[in-house]
């Protein structure tokens, strides 16, 4: 089974939607800070986060955005950069 790398980050205008979406979005991650969410998913996976945030937001106000990256490339941070939760399944060096 093969997980990609993606950064998910949205912008939603309610308190409750942004709850519900902050919940929905945690049990994918494995790390991140406020809107923005690290994930390594399957393609079934991400399907799931695609249908659910659709659910969750309102397409005429919010907006959520998922970037795919690759596991093997060399981010650069800046500021306090915090590991993630599992590192093994990723190494950032």
């Given at each position: 089974?093969?997980?990609d790398?993606?950064?998910i980050?949205?912008?939603?205008?309610?308190?409750?939607?942004l709850?519900?979406?902050?919940y929905?979005?945690k049990?994918f991650?494995?790390?991140?800070?406020?809107?923005?969410?690290?994930?390594?998913?399957?393609?079934g996976e991400l399907?799931?986060v695609i249908?659910?945030?659709?659910?969750?937001?309102?397409?005429?106000?919010?907006?959520v955005?998922?970037?795919?990256?690759?596991?093997?490339?060399?981010?650069?941070t800046?500021?306090?950069?915090?590991?993630p939760?599992?590192p093994?399944?990723f190494y950032?060096?």
């Amino acid at each position: 089974m093969q997980r990609d790398l993606y950064i998910i980050a949205y912008d939603i205008c309610k308190p409750k939607r942004l709850q519900r979406a902050r919940y929905f979005l945690k049990g994918f991650s494995t790390g991140g800070q406020k809107s923005v969410f690290e994930c390594f998913l399957t393609q079934g996976e991400l399907r799931e986060v695609i249908s659910g945030m659709s659910h969750i937001i309102d397409e005429n106000a919010d907006r959520v955005h998922i970037f795919s990256l690759d596991g093997r490339s060399n981010p650069h941070t800046i500021g306090e950069a915090i590991p993630p939760k599992d590192p093994e399944f990723f190494y950032f060096g």
